[in-house]
């Protein structure tokens, strides 16, 4: 079993920065990738971004891109997402995801969740 724990979350204004980090713990060498995905209230959680453990490979969704990056520090086994740019829109739980496949961008390629941490973005 892997365990991830989010912090970071907050409420801020529009056209702020925030940083999320997500610490892993357990079995983390069978880990291949790790994700963030967001969801808002009455809509699916949907994936933000993901990152290969290893080499480092990044994939964004098209709504953060150029705004969001993500990052691993695997000394720490401590993924991070920084979101700049902020908008009313980003608003949501943002959940840290692992998962043992070399690529994903489903929630269903992810095999272990964190419990979320919330975002609130004022206009």
């Known amino acids: 079993q892997v365990q991830l724990v989010e912090s970071g979350g907050g409420l801020v204004q529009a056209g702020d920065s925030l940083r999320l980090s997500c610490a892993a713990s357990?079995?983390?060498?069978?880990?291949?990738?790790m994700g963030w995905f967001r969801q808002a209230p009455g809509k699916e959680r949907m994936f933000v971004a993901g990152?290969?453990?290893?080499?480092?490979?990044?994939s964004y969704a098209d709504s953060v891109k150029g705004r969001f990056s993500i990052s691993r520090d695997n000394a720490k086994n401590t993924l991070y997402l920084q979101m700049n740019s902020l908008k009313p829109e980003d608003t949501a739980l943002y959940y840290c995801?692992?998962?043992?496949?070399?690529?994903?961008?489903?929630?269903?390629?992810?095999?272990?969740w964190g419990q979320g941490t919330q975002v609130t973005v004022s206009s």
């Open positions: 357990g079995r983390t060498f069978s880990v291949y990738g």
């Open positions: 990152i290969s453990w290893i080499g480092g490979t990044t």
């Open positions: 995801a692992a998962r043992r496949r070399n690529s994903g961008r489903s929630q269903d390629d992810y095999d272990y």
